[in-house]
């Protein structure tokens, strides 16, 4: 297997970030829950797109890109952290976002106003069109550019989260259960991968947030992570577990996803959003009550950021 050290990366963010005990959930839940602080990472407002762009915007840079298109809806933690990332290795950023969800100047169109960053919305959901536009625009401008896919989940953005379950192993603790929200796909197959390399014996379990079908994407990402790294693993259905906890559509407030950022926001004075934390650790509650883990079990939570999106609820 490669060393994930061998592929080109860009520093952007603040590593190895902590993993702590939630003392009062943990008592609530009867089982003890940590939470792993992606909200940390050091860029923006943190989250866990800095992962995946250190990957994505090293191969960028090699490519010679002087633009770096990517997508998202109008709120997209990903496309404000592809932003700020860029602008920070001077390459110029241009968002070409979709009109789902709040496109007033709030949240994170806000902080990409602040950034004077180049916003266009198309009127579409289909991202083959999203990404000729991609090709239009960059034709038009003459320059080389490179494009990131919505969230950043491809092969080489998935590698990200491969290297953040080799952070945890290096963390030094044992988790019986990791707990994530799957919205593109890429955090959840790269610690799903990551965690059959670097963490024997943890459970990877994905909330989906969005109805994108993750049974295929998520082991089609980690298949072709894996085949990156040339690694020699089996890739099966065993090796992680998914959950629904969309609701009534992505970006759409659940009434358990609402529950669970209050309990965490009462009980440890953490933040999470209604897009993708609070539905994810909603899903984590729900199997808690469910009986899904045992008293001594070690149940580590992916805080994977998201704290522009809580400015923009309507
Ligand atoms: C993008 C995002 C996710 C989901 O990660 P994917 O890799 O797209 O599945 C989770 N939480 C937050 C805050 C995000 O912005």
């Known amino acids: 297997m490669r060393d994930l050290n061998a592929f080109p ?23 003890n829950v940590y939470v792993k602080r992606d909200d940390l990472t050091g860029l923006g407002l943190g989250g866990n797109k800095v992962r995946k762009l250190e990957f994505l915007l090293a191969d960028a840079k090699q490519k010679g890109a002087g633009i770096v ?17 860029a602008n920070r290795l001077g390459m110029t950023p241009i968002l070409i976002l979709k009109k789902r969800g709040v496109t007033a100047v709030r949240g994170n169109l806000l902080l990409e106003s602040i950034m004077g960053t180049d916003v266009r919305f198309v009127d579409t959901d289909d991202y083959a ?11 038009v401008l003459g320059k080389s550019y490179y494009k990131i896919p919505c969230g950043g989940s491809n092969a080489l953005g998935t590698l990200g989260y491969v290297a953040c379950a080799q952070e945890i192993a290096l963390q030094g603790m044992r988790f019986d259960h990791l707990v994530c929200a799957e919205g593109s796909g890429g ?20 909330m989906m947030v969005d109805t994108e079908p993750f049974e295929r994407i998520t082991p089609r990402l980690m298949r072709e992570a894996a085949a990156m790294l040339e690694a020699e693993v089996t890739i099966t259905d065993d090796d ?4 629904d906890v969309c609701g009534d559509g ?27 934390t609070g539905k994810a650790f909603g899903g984590l509650v729900a ?26 609820i309507e």
Do not use: W
């Open 287 to 312: 199997m808690a009550r469910e009986g899904a883990f045992k008293k001594d079990d070690n149940v580590l939570f992916l805080h994977s950021g998201g704290a522009g999106g809580l400015f923009a």
């Open 187 to 206: 955090t959840m197959a790269g610690l799903a991968l990551g965690a059959k390399l670097f963490l024997p014996g943890t459970k990877v379990h994905g």
């Open 69 to 85: 298109f990517t997508t998202g809806g109008a709120q997209s933690n990903h496309a404000m952290l592809t932003a700020a990332a």
């Open 129 to 139: 069109q999203i990404y000729a536009e991609m090709d239009r625009v960059g034709a």
């Open 9 to 31: 990366r860009v520093s952007l963010g603040v590593f190895p970030t902590p993993v702590h005990k939630l003392e009062n959930i943990s008592r609530a839940l009867g089982t």
């Open 250 to 276: 992505y970006a759409i407030p659940s009434e358990a996803g609402n529950a669970a950022v209050r309990m965490m926001a009462e009980r440890e004075g953490l933040f999470l959003d209604p897009v993708y």
């Open 240 to 243: 992680f577990t998914l959950r």
